[in-house]
């Protein structure tokens, strides 16, 4: 079991950048595979970013080159950094990890990100 509590979003204009931050606790956090995944309204939630214990990381094409996974296998915790925000990257923004061992996943409470024009 995995308890995953993620820090507030909030409201930034286009072009500018935030920050994310989530806390695992209650199993070991290196059996996870951590990702974000957004949902905008009216669309399905979709893959951000993740990133393997090891460090491996994958993101949708959408973040390329904008969004940058991080994580602190020692303070069990997985950073999104998000830069040259758009409009349409405004979304409810849920942390996510995956036993890859049982392939369970667990799910944040979700935050929202709100990026205006």
């Known amino acids: 079991q995995v308890h995953l509590v993620e820090s507030e979003g909030g409201l930034v204009q286009a072009g500018g950048s935030l920050r994310l931050s989530c806390a695992a606790s209650?199993?070991?956090?290196?059996?996870?595979?951590m990702g974000w995944y957004r949902q905008a309204p009216g669309k399905q939630r979709e893959l951000v970013a993740a990133?393997?214990?090891?460090?491996?990381?994958n993101y949708a094409d959408s973040v390329k080159g904008r969004f940058t996974i991080s994580r602190d296998n020692a303070k069990n915790t997985v950073d999104l950094q998000m830069n040259s925000l758009k409009t349409e990257d405004t979304a409810v923004y849920y942390c996510?990890?995956?036993?890859?061992?049982?392939?369970?996943?667990?799910w944040g409470q979700g935050t929202q990100v709100t990026v205006s024009s």
């Open positions: 209650g199993s070991i956090f290196s059996i996870y595979s």
């Open positions: 990133i393997t214990s090891g460090g491996r990381t």
């Open positions: 996510n990890a995956a036993n890859v061992i049982s392939n369970i996943h667990y």
